[in-house]
C-alpha cells in the first residue's frame, strides 16, 4: 500500500471519501491530488464511486461504507427516510 493511501486511512475515519478530504491530507495542486487518487485507483488502493467519491479498495477497507453516507456524497439532495 502507498504511502499516500496510509496517510488518508489515518485521518479519514470511514473507507469512503470525496476531493475535499484528499485535499485536507496531500498537499499541492488539484491536479497533483488527482494524481495520486488515480494512482491509488491503479493499483487497486482505491475505488471510485462516482467523480470526485472514492472508497478504499475491497481489501483495505476497514468496514464496508455506509450506503446512506454514500448515497448522499453520490447524489447530493438525497435523504433517507423511514
Do not use: C
Not at 499516500?4 to 491530488?33: C, K, M, N, W, Y
Not at 476497514?62 to 454514500?70: C, D, E, G, I, W
Amino acid at each position: 500500500m502507498s504511502k499516500f493511501v496510509f496517510q488518508l486511512r489515518d485521518a479519514i475515519p470511514h473507507d469512503a471519501f470525496t476531493d475535499l478530504e484528499v485535499a485536507s491530507v496531500a498537499a499541492g495542486s488539484p491536479d497533483s491530488r488527482y494524481g495520486l487518487v488515480k494512482r491509488a485507483m491503479a493499483a487497486g488502493h482505491n475505488i471510485s464511486l462516482r467523480r470526485g467519491v472514492y472508497a478504499f479498495g475491497r481489501r483495505y477497507q476497514r468496514q464496508l461504507p455506509n450506503p446512506f453516507v454514500v448515497s448522499h456524497w453520490m447524489y447530493r439532495p438525497s435523504y433517507v427516510s423511514l
